[in-house]
């Protein structure tokens, strides 16, 4: 029988009842301290209902598995079509920029011109606090705008044809199109939004601020529109889809690469922050996209408010990537998104999720990874419905699970609950890169180690991490990253 490491004995530091943040209801879910880690913001209020989230757990308990991350067109295009293209990746955005002010509320009453701004244009623009006149530049005057940040029409969903699913999650569905007049490929999400009118209305007047986010760190926004009861969203397609379906399907990331991961989600974080004031709020391998020029991005960020608390209506987002300072009702901070970085690094190089050790206690997943017969375990996944398929690790055969005595996050009377996880994230230390042979550099390591320190006041910044040996010392070369991105495209085709 399988035994829970766990101790399911309620601990006394753990209290949940103000673990859920609920934005406020105008703007966008955007406040914290900036980039270097200074705690102050706050602007976010709690559901003080511990009870409804624990209601909420069980119901999501005992219902049918609502997600899964099947990345089931693959990535390439069809004929004739040829992926997004990819632009300056692995540019430096400078030093590190004085402590900007609180975020500015980006007026939607003007159209402006579009911006023309390259990427480098807004890349180079992080080292210091936006100025008025950059923000101009980075919003087209800061104005709802009819074009995207290329000058082209934003996209409609009349320009679209569906060719493929990539996905879904707990907050949507994500399809591969056709744009056709364009004439070149993108995805879109359609999120189910259980609002009324005029509730879409100011969600699709928040995600505009999508628009306005220029940085070869960010997937890129086309356009966004109601669809039924749905809010369509149509970004740059991803051609190698995420970075959890990549490990799942080709085994650990090598740590080379995963260094340069650390450094794409790193200057989006900071890109994020310091130009718009937003912090993305969901960092986990699901929301880090690749592509075969080499390039790495982050989507899915916390933009609109109002779409948040309309999800929240109708799942709770408990995420297994949170910190823990947030499981116990702190306010989220940029550093709350370092953790998220943290565990998903640990992820990407064990290639599973890290709440869960081998029988032997090595922290080794190569035994993990491979089944029985030692060929990779390929889309499957533990049936528990309260976990973003994200956060599932790869289902293990019988005889498999037997030998392990670690935490079990699928389903049967030994698992462990979303509670238990949580729990877990605070009381018991974090988890580490380490393995029995040594195969991780210290430089990548200690990295991980700063990102995953439980006190929020001594877990370093995302401006110092930039600063760290494993970052600073990579030797990958975009080249490297492209030539790592097509061997993926080779594999998951086969
Ligand atoms: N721009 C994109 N290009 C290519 N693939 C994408 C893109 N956006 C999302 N996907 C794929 O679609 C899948 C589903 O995405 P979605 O955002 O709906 O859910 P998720 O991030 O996996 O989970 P959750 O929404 O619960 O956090 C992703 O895991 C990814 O593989």
Known sequence: MIKSSISRKKPANLDISRSIPKPSARGAAVVGPDSAGNPDCTGVTYIPEADRLRDEIARLQLSTPSSSSSYASGPESPPGLSPTAATNHGRDPGPPPPRPPRRQQVSHSDPGPASTLSHSASVSTLGSTPSRKQKKEHTGNGSKRKKDKNGEDLVKDEDLQILADLGSGNGGTVTKVWNKKRKCVMARKLILVDAKPSVRKQILRELQIMNDCNSPYIVSYYGCFPVDVHVGIVMEFMDIGSLDYIYRHTGPVPIDIVGKVAEAVLRGLVYLYDVHRIIHRDIKPSNILANTSGEIKICDFGVSGELINSIANTFVGT?????????????????????????????????????????????????????????????????????????????????????????????????MSILDLLQHIVNEAAPRLVDRNQRFPLSAVTFVDSCLDKAPARRKSPQELLQTDWIKDSAVTPNDLKAWAQGVANQTKA
């Open 319 to 415: 995420s297994t990537y949170m910190s823990p300072e947030r499981i116990q009702g702190d306010d989220y901070t940029i550093k709350s998104d370092v953790w998220s970085l943290g565990i998903s690094l640990v992820e990407l190089a064990h290639g599973r999720f890290p709440f869960a050790e081998p029988a032997d206690g090595s922290g080794d997943e190569g035994d993990v990874y491979a089944d029985d017969d030692g060929t990779p375990v390929k889309d499957k996944f533990d049936p528990d419905a309260t976990l973003p398929a994200s956060a599932q690790r790869p289902d293990l055969s019988a005889k498999r699970r037997s030998r392990r005595r670690g935490v079990s996050l699928g389903g049967g009377g030994t698992t």
